[in-house]
């Protein structure tokens, strides 16, 4: 582990091209039981546009260098040293092949990071800067050569030895070794390099390209996982198709290759060629994946692909750009998604977690730009911001240039730089030139941090027959950016008449809107629309399709926001009404529970609800979201500082037990008119009709009566699915009912050989509301299922506890804080990028009142005191500097 008290902060401003660069990168990774050996050959040379050097400085960790040659001559110790990670060479020629032995040990590189070994499986993750923990190398994106990498391994435990590219040779050695070779005939920087060594099954298909090659597609899993490919199998040839309609990007290689592996610190990963998954984001199946389960697998499958375009053939400059790949390559797959499903349902939940998560963190102390102007550990910048703040961004480019004009971008982008290390604003140019469009102050939207607030007024003249909207932009002050600048912000919107029809929009001045794209440009900090020949007071319609990641602040009745709910034309918006009269509603409840009141909820928004549960006109999976209430996080993060952390859960609980008595038959018949599936398929009208049938009965079971618990027991007997035996089993966990302890033995006998099936185990323990959580979490971590150095056992059962349930989380004992830091302290030396993800949770202090803050400052502080790794000590340091 890199271990340092002050590690350096690296700036964008201080970009410089390489002074050498390698154009062939030839490694030989021979694997034995104790160590492994990489022979590294790189074919170097000075880049004559740039170079000022004249030594050459490679990087590496965790390494014991063996042997160094320079053209097949061993260097002298005197001509080369290493310190910091670094391998220094003085007075090298312009032009040479340097030759490195260097011994790792894949097998006690908790890290998740370089080559190590997962379930007895070797494998790699390089990006960010992993590679450097295989060999010593210019482990920057800009530097990008052309691969080849023979793996020898012992063949009876190893059979299968994969690499990027195309297998050119193989064979078997003395002592029951063996060998193969893989060749990528594409350069590419070494973030994309991947190895695999294990004992895999594998299932096979193939796709034709549009002109007419064949791709051979494999997913490589365990044994036991081979009937839970088929999903991942269809979602991967649904995206190769769907990236030829819709982007015109075809596939290059000949063979694509997928691995599931079970320890993993994220979702997956795009190796050229090799992609490197997750079990959690390749397995499916009926009994094991909730419908959840199989939309991310499809998503995900999707975004890897997507990034053989938007990430592989053209890649990042520098790390400052990740969100040139991540941010676009997010927007792709979300297109796709909606593409698959419904646009609507989609949106909101993207909106709804970008809302919840991403706004924490802009208005936190980590809060950075989509590009951001420094950091002290990349890893730290996989974050919501530069993914989905990101997609955003290249979202509102769509709506500015629109959907032809999108593609014709794209298509320049791809086409000026294939094969190219590329920046932001590479893509922004493109845009620009494609479409003959000035972008100028779009631009602050990628150096700019912070969410912007949108404050609309409007005022309805019948005199004049006008009606008048007013916004006012502001981004407040973020963690090195003072002062602000008026932003360019697409603000798509309608007027909607009483009949819920759309007026025709037409300015003062006769400037007509376009009415298939109505959308008004903000560019000022004020600014003012006059329409007219308005002949009835409107209902306004703002911000449709989330056309811009701001806050919107604009004064609706519970009436209007009603009306809008049952009548506007854009779904997104009708969410979004039910949504702020819910939390309108709960307002008016957190402020009794302030004074000890009991408020009942508002009848506007019960019989609104009442319309959902009973109007069979409207479309399934709509009602479901709609009935959905908005989960604790997503409240604290929208309503007043200090967070009411017990108010917000106790009010919660009240609406949801106060909407549940009103409207117990209307839910009641839900559950008749949708009984159980017998058989399961993951297609939209089954996924609405389990998820509506299921948020009726979360409702329900909130009143714990008895028949209602003996049809959620039996729910979570019949069920022939996942998604609907988690349902019931999550219901009875969190209620009170007896029966709960029973249910959470028979689950786990029945699934403790689907490791997968068991995060879900721990998860639904771990964000239960009842106040012996904590002490359930802690027994827990000693479940021989349990393991500390599984990302997803931690992210299960330590990261559910401490995100999803913050009324123990923040219990004000403090208790919840001192075990997140002892969890941050273990996993430090073990997972430093995992630790770090868990350290962000204390980045929020600041939004709690005084005792809380203090108490988790404490902790914060103590996690300061001990050797930490540039991850956790960058997020630390950042959290108490605030
Ligand atoms: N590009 C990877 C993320 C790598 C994270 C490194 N800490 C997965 C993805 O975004 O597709
Ligand atoms: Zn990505």
């Given at each position: 582990?890199?271990?340092?008290?002050?590690?350096?902060?690296?700036?964008?401003?201080?970009?410089?091209?390489?002074?050498?660069?390698?154009?062939?990168?030839?490694?030989?990774?021979?694997?034995?039981?104790?160590?492994?050996?990489?022979?590294?050959?790189?074919?170097?040379?000075?880049?004559?546009?740039?170079?000022?050097?004249?030594?050459?400085?490679?990087?590496?960790?965790?390494?014991?260098?063996?042997?160094?040659?320079?053209?097949?001559?061993?260097?002298?110790?005197?001509?080369?040293?290493?310190?910091?990670?670094?391998?220094?060479?003085?007075?090298?020629?312009?032009?040479?092949?340097?030759?490195?032995?260097?011994?790792?040990?894949?097998?006690?590189?908790?890290?998740?990071?370089?080559?190590?070994?997962?379930?007895?499986?070797?494998?790699?993750?390089?990006?960010?800067?992993?590679?450097?923990?295989?060999?010593?190398?210019?482990?920057?994106?800009?530097?990008?050569?052309?691969?080849?990498?023979?793996?020898?391994?012992?063949?009876?435990?190893?059979?299968?030895?994969?690499?990027?590219?195309?297998?050119?040779?193989?064979?078997?050695?003395?002592?029951?070794?063996?060998?193969?070779?893989?060749?990528?005939?594409?350069?590419?920087?070494?973030?994309?390099?991947?190895?695999?060594?294990?004992?895999?099954?594998?299932?096979?298909?193939?796709?034709?390209?549009?002109?007419?090659?064949?791709?051979?597609?494999?997913?490589?899993?365990?044994?036991?996982?081979?009937?839970?490919?088929?999903?991942?199998?269809?979602?991967?040839?649904?995206?190769?198709?769907?990236?030829?309609?819709?982007?015109?990007?075809?596939?290059?290689?000949?063979?694509?290759m997928i691995v599931a592996v079970s320890h993993f610190n994220m979702?997956?990963?795009?190796?050229?060629?090799?992609?490197?998954?997750?079990?959690?984001?390749?397995?499916?199946?009926?009994?094991?994946?909730?419908?959840?389960?199989?939309?991310?697998?499809?998503?995900?499958?999707?975004?890897?692909?997507?990034?053989?375009?938007?990430?592989?053939?053209?890649?990042?400059?520098?790390?400052?750009?990740?969100?040139?790949?991540?941010?676009?390559?997010?927007?792709?797959?979300?297109?796709?998604?909606?593409?698959?499903?419904?646009?609507?349902?989609?949106?909101?939940?993207?909106?709804?977690?970008?809302?919840?998560?991403?706004?924490?963190?802009?208005?936190?102390?980590?809060?950075?730009?989509?590009?951001?102007?420094?950091?002290?550990?990349?890893?730290?910048?996989?974050?919501?911001?530069?993914?989905?703040?990101?997609?955003?961004?290249?979202?509102?480019?769509?709506?500015?240039?629109?959907?032809?004009?999108?593609?014709?971008?794209?298509?320049?982008?791809?086409?000026?730089?294939?094969?190219?290390?590329?920046?932001?604003?590479?893509?922004?140019?493109?845009?620009?030139?494609?479409?003959?469009?000035?972008?100028?102050?779009?631009?602050?939207?990628?150096?700019?941090?912070?969410?912007?607030?949108?404050?609309?007024?409007?005022?309805?003249?019948?005199?004049?027959?006008?009606?008048?909207?007013?916004?006012?932009?502001?981004?407040?002050?973020?963690?090195?950016?003072?002062?602000?600048?008026?932003?360019?912000?697409?603000?798509?919107?309608?007027?909607?008449?009483?009949?819920?029809?759309?007026l025709p929009l037409e300015l003062e001045g006769g400037t007509r809107?376009?009415?298939?794209?109505?959308?008004?440009?903000?560019?000022?900090?004020?600014?003012?629309?006059?329409?007219?020949?308005?002949?009835?007071?409107?209902?306004?319609?703002?911000?449709?399709?989330?056309?811009?990641?701001?806050?919107?602040?604009?004064?609706?009745?519970?009436?209007?926001?009603?009306?809008?709910m049952a009548h506007d034309r854009d779904g997104f918006n009708r969410?979004?009404?039910?949504?702020?009269?819910?939390?309108?509603?709960?307002?008016?409840?957190?402020?009794?529970?302030?004074?000890?009141?009991?408020?009942?909820?508002?009848?506007?928004?019960?019989?609104?609800?009442?319309?959902?549960?009973?109007?069979?006109?409207?479309?399934?999976?709509?009602?479901?979201?709609?009935?959905?209430?908005?989960?604790?996080?997503?409240?604290?993060?929208?309503?007043?500082?200090?967070?009411?952390?017990?108010?917000?859960?106790?009010?919660?609980?009240?609406?949801?037990?106060?909407?549940?008595?009103?409207?117990?038959?209307?839910?009641?018949?839900?559950?008749?008119?949708?009984?159980?599936?017998?058989?399961?398929?993951?297609?939209?009208?089954?996924?609405?009709?389990?998820?509506?049938?299921?948020?009726?009965?979360?409702?329900?079971?909130?009143?714990?009566?008895?028949?209602?618990?003996?049809?959620?027991?039996?729910?979570?007997?019949?069920?022939?699915?996942?998604?609907?035996?988690?349902?019931?089993?999550?219901?009875?966990?969190?209620?009170?009912?007896?029966?709960?302890?029973?249910?959470?033995?028979?689950?786990?006998?029945?699934?403790?050989?689907?490791?997968?099936?068991?995060?879900?185990?721990?998860?639904?323990?771990?964000?239960?509301?009842?106040?012996?959580?904590?002490?359930?979490?802690?027994?827990?971590?000693?479940?021989?299922?349990?393991?500390?150095?599984?990302?997803?056992?931690?992210?299960?059962?330590?990261?559910?506890?401490?995100?999803?349930?913050?009324?123990?989380?923040?219990?004000?004992?403090?208790?919840?804080?001192?075990?997140?830091?002892?969890?941050?302290?273990?996993?430090?030396?073990?997972?430093?990028?995992?630790?770090?993800?868990?350290?962000?949770?204390?980045?929020?202090?600041?939004?709690?009142?005084?005792?809380?803050?203090?108490?988790?400052?404490?902790?914060?502080?103590?996690?300061?005191?001990?050797?930490?790794?540039?991850?956790?000590?960058?997020?630390?340091?950042?959290?108490?500097?605030?």
């Amino acid at each position: 582990m890199k271990e340092n008290n002050a590690p350096k902060t690296i700036r964008l401003s201080e970009y410089r091209a390489p002074d050498y660069l390698i154009d062939e990168t030839h490694l030989d990774v021979r694997i034995f039981s104790d160590y492994t050996d990489v022979t590294a050959q790189l074919h170097i040379r000075k880049n004559t546009q740039t170079a000022v050097a004249t030594s050459l400085e490679l990087v590496g960790a965790d390494l014991e260098l063996l042997e160094i040659k320079v053209n097949a001559e061993p260097v002298p110790e005197s001509l080369y040293s290493i310190a910091d990670e670094t391998l220094t060479m003085n007075n090298v020629p312009g032009q040479f092949i340097l030759t490195l032995v260097t011994r790792i040990d894949p097998k006690r590189n908790t890290s998740l990071e370089g080559l190590y070994v997962s379930k007895g499986m070797y494998c790699t993750q390089c990006e960010a800067e992993g590679f450097r923990k295989i060999t010593y190398y210019l482990d920057r994106p800009d530097v990008m050569a052309r691969f080849t990498t023979r793996i020898e391994a012992d063949k009876s435990s190893y059979p299968v030895l994969l690499s990027n590219g195309n297998p050119v040779e193989k064979g078997d050695l003395d002592a029951g070794r063996h060998f193969v070779k893989w060749e990528d005939p594409f350069k590419k920087p070494c973030y994309l390099f991947a190895l695999v060594a294990g004992d895999l099954s594998v299932v096979e298909d193939r796709f034709v390209t549009s002109s007419g090659r064949e791709v051979s597609l494999q997913i490589f899993v365990e044994p036991q996982d081979l009937d839970k490919c088929d999903h991942a199998m269809d979602s991967l040839k649904r995206s190769m198709k769907w990236d030829e309609n819709v982007y015109g990007r075809e596939y290059d290689l000949d063979i694509y290759m997928i691995v599931a592996v079970s320890h993993f610190n994220m979702g997956a990963m795009e190796n050229k060629g090799l992609n490197i998954f997750n079990t959690s984001c390749v397995l499916a199946s009926a009994e094991t994946t909730t419908d959840a389960g199989f939309q991310r697998v499809e998503s995900v499958i999707a975004h890897e692909y997507f990034h053989n375009w938007s990430g592989n053939r053209v890649t990042c400059r520098d790390w400052f750009q990740l969100s040139l790949k991540e941010g676009f390559t997010v927007f792709r797959d979300q297109q796709f998604s909606a593409d698959m499903g419904s646009e609507t349902v989609n949106r909101i939940d993207d909106v709804n977690f970008l809302k919840t998560v991403q706004f924490a963190e802009d208005s936190g102390p980590m809060s950075h730009p989509i590009r951001p102007d420094s950091y002290i550990e990349i890893n730290n910048f996989y974050t919501t911001t530069v993914y989905e703040k990101g997609a955003e961004v290249v979202r509102m480019i769509r709506r500015l240039v629109g959907v032809d004009g999108f593609r014709k971008g794209s298509d320049l982008y791809f086409e000026r730089h294939d094969g190219q290390a590329v920046t932001c604003d590479d893509f922004v140019q493109a845009m620009e030139d494609a479409n003959q469009i000035d972008l100028s102050q779009f631009r602050l939207w990628y150096s700019q941090s912070g969410t912007p607030c949108l404050q609309v007024s409007s005022e309805f003249s019948a005199s004049s027959e006008t009606f008048t909207l007013t916004f006012k932009q502001e981004t407040p002050a973020t963690p090195g950016q003072p002062e602000k600048k008026p932003l360019h912000i697409p603000v798509a919107i309608g007027l909607v008449d009483s009949t819920g029809n759309d007026l025709p929009l037409e300015l003062e001045g006769g400037t007509r809107i376009d009415p298939d794209n109505p959308v008004l440009e903000l560019k000022q900090p004020t600014e003012t629309f006059v329409f007219r020949n308005i002949k009835e007071k409107p209902v306004a319609s703002l911000l449709r399709g989330f056309s811009a990641p701001v806050r919107l602040q604009y004064p609706q009745s519970r009436e209007a926001l009603a009306f809008l709910m049952a009548h506007d034309r854009d779904g997104f918006n009708r969410w979004s009404a039910s949504q702020q009269l819910v939390v309108s509603v709960l307002e008016d409840m957190i402020a009794g529970f302030q004074n000890n009141e009991s408020v009942q909820p508002d009848s506007v928004l019960v019989d609104a609800f009442r319309t959902l549960l009973t109007d069979s006109s409207l479309d399934l999976a709509m009602v479901a979201k709609m009935l959905e209430l908005p989960t604790e996080q997503f409240l604290a993060e929208l309503l007043p500082k200090p967070t009411q952390v017990d108010a917000i859960h106790q009010s919660r609980e009240a609406l949801k037990q106060a909407l549940a008595s009103s409207l117990s038959t209307e839910m009641t018949s839900v559950l008749d008119r949708y009984p159980l599936h017998t058989e399961y398929h993951y297609r939209d009208q089954d996924v609405s009709e389990r998820s509506l049938r299921n948020t009726c009965m979360y409702y329900l079971m909130s009143l714990e009566q008895d028949d209602v618990v003996e049809r959620c027991l039996n729910q979570f007997k019949q069920a022939c699915n996942m998604t609907d035996q988690l349902s019931a089993f999550k219901a009875l966990v969190h209620s009170s009912r007896s029966e709960k302890s029973q249910v959470i033995e028979q689950f786990y006998q029945r699934w403790s050989n689907e490791s997968l099936v068991v995060d879900q185990w721990f998860m639904v323990q771990a964000s239960a509301p009842q106040a012996d959580t904590l002490e359930r979490v802690k027994e827990l971590m000693n479940h021989t299922a349990f393991d500390m150095t599984s990302p997803n056992k931690i992210r299960a059962l330590i990261g559910a506890f401490c995100n999803n349930n913050p009324v123990n989380f923040h219990n004000e004992d403090g208790s919840g804080y001192a075990f997140l830091a002892d969890q941050i302290i273990a996993l430090n030396k073990l997972n430093p990028q995992v630790a770090s993800r868990m350290a962000v949770i204390m980045t929020r202090w600041a939004n709690f009142d005084q005792a809380r803050a203090g108490l988790i400052k404490q902790q914060l502080s103590r996690v300061q005191s001990e050797p930490l790794s540039p991850d956790v000590y960058e997020v630390v340091t950042k959290a108490l500097k605030s």
